[in-house]
């Protein structure tokens, strides 16, 4: 199995993609083993390649670490009553962290005009649904109902003419779960060891600690409570 190339990217915290060239015949998950060894430092990862073998390989690696990827199939299986197609096979995995993205021209970027369109969202200031996004310089499918029915099922997302425009459908990842809610399960999980491990090294450096009393308690209590009210107030709960 190859690749030919890979991008990844930090989102809002990280300005630029990270572009690796993979050599021929170089196994995708050893590949992106070694680019998460040089700089585990980003968040999203699409793939130039739509094999399915290659999109399910690349789910199944990242299901593994608190990123997300976005993979895309022109598998006409898809979108059919089909059970074993790549749809299917992700969902049956109940990936988190894999959204897997449906267009019949594999030339269109839509996996990264959709990731570039909603990762620039900093998750600091607010939160964003996936669903129904319009992107740039990627034409609508036409798919007749049961076509979309389908992989919808399947949780797989579709970009299709909604009023005048080509929106996304339905946000989600292969398991179902909507993107953002996924993003905000590692956002909380980030903020709340920052805030945890901030209270202890800060006591540390006083040459003090947080001691097992209600008084310590309290203190962690605090800076979770901390997390969980700006969460609440940029949109996340």
Known sequence: ??????????????????????????????????????????????????????????????SAYNKIYAGQSSTAAVITSSTVDVGSILQDAG?????????????????????????????????TTWNLTNVTGVSADTLTAAQSG????????????????????????????????????????????EAIYGELIGASDRSSKIPFTDAGIEVIRKAIAGVMKKGERVGHF
């Open 1 to 62: 199995l190859t690749i030919t190339s890979a991008i990844v990217t930090g989102g809002a915290s990280q300005a630029t993609a990270v572009i690796a060239q993979l050599t021929a015949a170089v196994n995708i998950t050893s590949s992106l083993s070694s680019i998460n060894n040089a700089d585990p430092d980003w968040f999203g990862l699409i793939s130039t390649s739509r094999g399915d073998v290659d999109v399910q390989r690349c789910a199944s690696w990242i």
């Open 95 to 127: 990936y988190n962290n894999t959204a897997l993205v449906y267009h019949g021209t594999d030339g269109d970027v839509l996996d990264a005009a959709f990731m570039g369109r909603k990762l620039p969202v900093d998750p600091d200031v607010k939160t």
């Open 150 to 193: 389908y992989a919808l099922a399947k949780a797989v997302n579709t970009y299709e003419t909604i009023g005048s425009d080509g929106r996304m459908r339905a946000g989600t990842m292969a398991s179902g779960r909507f993107i953002d809610v996924q993003i905000t399960v590692y956002w909380v999980q980030v903020r709340l060891v």
